[in-house]
């Protein structure tokens, strides 16, 4: 099956310091990619839809200064949470649409702790 | 808001079939059924899904009623392993604009 991958898995950071995430798709090409947010007990909550080549579109409620999304090429985008604080701590999950089967796959998730 | 009823835990014994409902009467006719679960403090994973036919792939089985209304997940002979949050989720395919959107999902318990 198609393979998302994410990179750093886990990272603990100071507040105030930015962290960068990196969401690859291995096997395919995705027009489409996904960053989701999910806390302790909690479902997968949407934060933005990124397009390759273009602007995020983010979800209600999520700050696009605070969270940077750039999908610059087919296979990889990035989300950088700028000046961290302890409320962004969480679990932060990419996935990936394979336009070919249409089917989203999912990144292993990198678990971030604000200090 | 999610589209798709769950009960949100359930029990099977390990090596029984694990049959987990989903309710998805607001369906529409272009969307399909997809299944995903996961494994604490995993991403997600895709098992499967379906239009109104009845799948079958080599993690489980997607049963779909006629009405389209309600479908089931059946993994065949559940192992510890199969231990996760099961996601039943209703999206159109090809559609640029389409995203999911998780609802709270089944937590499935696999009994020693």
């Known amino acids: 099956g198609a393979v998302v991958s994410q990179h750093p898995s886990r990272v603990i950071c100071k507040s105030g310091t930015s962290v960068k995430i990196e969401c690859r798709s291995l096997d395919f090409q995705a027009t489409t990619m996904f960053w989701y947010r999910q806390f302790p007990k909690q479902s997968l909550m949407l934060m933005a839809t990124s397009n390759e080549g273009s602007k995020a579109t983010y979800e209600q409620g999520v700050e696009k200064d605070k969270f940077l999304i750039n999908h610059a090429s087919l296979t990889l985008s990035t989300l950088t949470v700028t000046s961290a604080h302890p409320e962004d701590s969480s679990f932060y999950i990419c996935s990936a649409r394979d336009w070919d089967t249409d089917t989203q796959y999912f990144g292993p998730g990198t678990r971030l702790t604000v200090l | 808001d999610a589209k798709t009823t769950q009960p949100p835990s359930m029990d099977c014994a390990e090596g029984r079939a694990a049959n987990l409902p989903c309710n998805h009467s607001?369906?529409?006719?272009?969307?399909?059924v997809y299944w995903y679960r996961q494994i604490h403090s995993q991403g997600p994973q895709y098992i499967i899904h379906g239009l109104k036919n009845n799948e079958t792939n080599e993690m489980a089985s997607l049963i779909i009623t006629e009405d389209r209304k309600s479908s089931t997940l059946i993994l065949p002979h559940a192992t510890l392993r199969d231990t996760a949050v099961y996601y039943c989720?209703?999206?159109?395919?090809?559609?640029?604009?389409?995203?999911?959107?998780f609802g709270k999902g089944t937590r499935l318990h696999i009994l020693p």
């Open positions: 607001t369906i529409s006719g272009n969307e399909y």
């Open positions: 989720i209703v999206r159109a395919r090809m559609n640029r604009d389409d995203k999911i959107i």
